[in-house]
């Protein structure tokens, strides 16, 4: 019998864990891109609002956005553009480790909505989760998929940001309904012999939560709903936030991946203003050169799809090399940020 003192000793082939091996960098190798079909000008959203065409650009730089069809979800439009991004890197759905979806508009708490996707795409033994970031969510995730090919233990991720906006914001909020939009971006994953993304920075300041925030919580079980909550956003407050923290943090991103801008050939923030992009790109001192993404022009804010569809939409039309380094910043209700330097597939 063992006296209490004791210490059993532990086998020498129990001591120790085994571990994947790490690979020395991960690499986007495709893209892809879901947007609906209807294009919603802005004078289909100003009269609700007792606005007009020009009141919304000059406030936003938006001539228009994406409205979902109502077949097109949050899971149906993760699906179609991870398709598209799987297919453009040729690489089979079935050979999918994972699958992390950005998106702050799925309305259900449970069952999360990433398994779906994955199984939609064909991914159907992939582990999946949902990613909660918000407009920021993307980049987060991204930085999720490069740690988790980068360890080892995934081969291969596909990240989507998918938003349905158009069921969370009141379409008579003068501070938000002009500016949302949706539809799904998608980037896969994958391992390389160099870094192809760079260092993650990111953060948060919970104690400014209020500035993006529902207009009220979801009822308690058994409790009558006055009013369905619905995005509201201290317009304000969330510019001065964005226009200090996304050049401080691409600064930082830049810095960690060893480069300047000098070495970039594209910025992509989130799609969020076009105010706070152009502010952001003066405070960068962006050589001419660097293609700045100015996607929310045509497709609104899509929160964590913006950064995906942008990016898209630059290699779409051959705006910027494959093989450029981008700098991506993520930004929004948190209030949170992430930004990376990726090289473009």
Same mark, same amino acid.
């Given at each position: 019998?063992?006296?209490?003192?004791?210490?059993?000793?532990?086998? /020498?082939?129990?001591?120790?864990?085994?571990?994947?091996?790490?690979?020395?960098?991960?690499? &986007?190798?495709?893209?892809?891109?879901?947007?609906?079909?209807?294009?919603?000008?802005n004078? /289909?959203?100003?009269?609700?609002?007792?606005?007009?065409?020009?009141?919304?650009?000059?406030?936003?730089?938006?001539?228009?956005?994406?409205?979902?069809?109502?077949?097109?979800?949050?899971?149906?439009?993760?699906?179609?553009?991870?398709?598209?991004?799987?297919?453009?890197?040729?690489?089979?759905?079935?050979?999918?480790?994972?699958?992390?979806?950005?998106?702050?508009?799925?309305?259900?708490?449970?069952?999360?909505?990433?398994?779906?996707?994955?199984h939609?795409?064909?991914?159907? $033994?992939?582990?999946?989760?949902?990613?909660?970031? $918000?407009?920021? @969510?993307?980049?987060h995730?991204?930085?999720?998929?490069?740690?988790?090919?980068?360890?080892?233990?995934?081969?291969?991720?596909?990240?989507?940001?998918?938003?349905?906006?158009?069921?969370?914001?009141?379409?008579?909020?003068?501070?938000?309904a002009?500016?949302?939009?949706?539809?799904?971006?998608?980037?896969?994953?994958?391992?390389?012999?160099?870094?192809? &993304?760079?260092?993650?920075?990111?953060?948060?300041?919970?104690?400014?939560? /209020?500035? &993006?925030?529902?207009?009220?919580?979801?009822?308690?079980?058994?409790?009558?709903?006055?009013?369905?909550?619905?995005?509201?956003?201290?317009?304000?407050?969330?510019?001065?936030w964005?226009?200090?923290?996304?050049?401080?943090?691409?600064?930082?991103?830049?810095?960690?991946?060893?480069?300047?801008?000098?070495?970039?050939?594209?910025?992509?923030?989130?799609?969020?203003?076009?105010? &706070?992009?152009?502010?952001?790109?003066?405070?960068?001192?962006?050589?001419?050169?660097?293609? !700045?993404?100015?996607? !929310?022009?045509?497709?609104?804010?899509t929160?964590?799809?913006?950064?995906?569809?942008?990016?898209?939409?630059?290699?779409?039309?051959?705006? !910027?090399?494959?093989?450029?380094?981008?700098?991506l910043? @993520?930004?929004?209700?948190?209030?949170?940020?992430?930004?990376?330097?990726?090289?473009?597939?």
């Amino acid at each position: 019998m063992t006296g209490a003192s004791e210490v059993t000793e532990v086998p /020498e082939a129990v001591r120790g864990l085994s571990a994947p091996a790490a690979v020395p960098g991960s690499r &986007i190798l495709g893209v892809g891109a879901y947007r609906p079909a209807r294009v919603v000008p802005n004078s /289909e959203v100003a009269e609700a609002i007792d606005s007009g065409d020009e009141w919304i650009r000059r406030r936003s730089g938006i001539a228009g956005r994406r409205f979902a069809a109502p077949d097109d979800t949050v899971v149906s439009m993760a699906v179609a553009a991870s398709v598209k991004a799987l297919a453009q890197a040729g690489i089979a759905p079935g050979t999918v480790d994972t699958v992390l979806l950005a998106s702050m508009s799925y309305r259900e708490q449970s069952p999360p909505a990433a398994p779906r996707v994955a199984h939609g795409m064909g991914a159907v $033994a992939a582990g999946a989760m949902d990613v909660g970031a $918000a407009c920021a @969510g993307f980049c987060h995730a991204l930085a999720t998929a490069d740690s988790l090919v980068r360890s080892g233990n995934s081969r291969y991720v596909v990240v989507v940001g998918s938003e349905r906006m158009t069921d969370i914001v009141d379409p008579y909020d003068r501070g938000t309904a002009f500016l949302f939009g949706d539809g799904a971006g998608a980037m896969v994953v994958g391992p390389a012999d160099d870094p192809g &993304i760079g260092p993650v920075v990111w953060g948060s300041e919970g104690d400014r939560h /209020e500035a &993006i925030a529902h207009s009220a919580p979801w009822p308690a079980q058994g409790a009558a709903a006055e009013v369905t909550p619905t995005l509201r956003m201290d317009g304000p407050a969330v510019f001065r936030w964005a226009v200090a923290t996304v050049p401080r943090a691409a600064r930082a991103a830049l810095t960690a991946a060893g480069l300047t801008v000098a070495d970039l050939a594209a910025f992509v923030p989130h799609q969020a203003n076009l105010r &706070i992009i152009d502010t952001a790109a003066d405070a960068l001192r962006l050589p001419p050169h660097v293609v !700045v993404a100015r996607d !929310v022009v045509h497709t609104a804010n899509t929160s964590a799809a913006s950064v995906p569809l942008a990016v898209e939409e630059l290699l779409a039309r051959g705006a !910027v090399p494959r093989g450029g380094r981008a700098l991506l910043v @993520g930004f929004g209700a948190g209030l949170s940020h992430a930004a990376q330097v990726v090289v473009l597939p």
